[in-house]
């Protein structure tokens, strides 16, 4: 990852909105010739929520944020490999507070690790619902 970047990616703090340039490692699907690279370069929008992982360092960016409760959450979320970030620009500071963003965070890694499950959205990818607190 290139020094720009990581300085980037310091700045940021929980609840930020973000705007990240990343490559994925993907074939791809529908309507293409197949003569495309498999390094696609993407565009991402969302609320920063953090990095996590050990060994490979993911950004998290929460892209939806459903309330049905003070204690219950669906979340859209993005995982981007850190590696794979080419550029990250801030939108707008604190569009989540802190201790906002901290309970989404807590919200979506619980149900990432299996707590409970609704069915997709087609146009949103996998969303996550479980109880915090």
Same mark, same amino acid.
């Given at each position: 990852?290139? !020094?720009? #970047?990581?300085?980037? @990616?310091?700045?940021?703090?929980?609840?930020?909105?973000?705007?990240?340039?990343?490559?994925?490692? +993907?074939?791809?699907?529908?309507?293409?010739?197949? !003569?495309?690279?498999?390094? =696609?370069?993407?565009? +991402?929008?969302?609320?920063? @929520?953090?990095?996590?992982?050990?060994?490979?360092?993911? %950004? =998290?960016?929460?892209?939806? #944020?459903?309330?049905?409760?003070?204690?219950?959450?669906? =979340?859209?979320?993005?995982?981007?490999?850190?590696?794979?970030?080419?550029?990250?620009?801030?939108? *707008? !500071?604190?569009? @989540?507070?802190? *201790?906002?963003?901290?309970?989404?965070?807590? +919200? @979506? %890694?619980? $149900?990432?690790?299996? #707590?409970?499950?609704?069915? $997709? $959205? !087609? $146009?949103?990818?996998?969303?996550?619902?479980?109880? =915090?607190?």
């Amino acid at each position: 990852m290139n !020094k720009r #970047v990581l300085k980037q @990616l310091k700045a940021l703090q929980l609840g930020d909105t973000v705007f990240v340039r990343w490559y994925d490692a +993907s074939a791809g699907r529908g309507g293409f010739t197949g !003569k495309a690279p498999i390094d =696609i370069h993407c565009k +991402s929008t969302g609320v920063f @929520l953090g990095v996590i992982g050990q060994k490979h360092k993911q %950004l =998290i960016l929460g892209q939806n #944020v459903f309330y049905y409760t003070p204690e219950e959450h669906d =979340i859209d979320y993005t995982f981007v490999l850190v590696s794979w970030l080419t550029d990250i620009r801030v939108l *707008e !500071k604190e569009t @989540l507070s802190f *201790e906002e963003a901290k309970r989404v965070r807590v +919200s @979506l %890694l619980k $149900s990432v690790t299996g #707590v409970r499950r609704r069915k $997709s $959205s !087609k $146009s949103q990818g996998r969303t996550n619902n479980c109880r =915090i607190g």
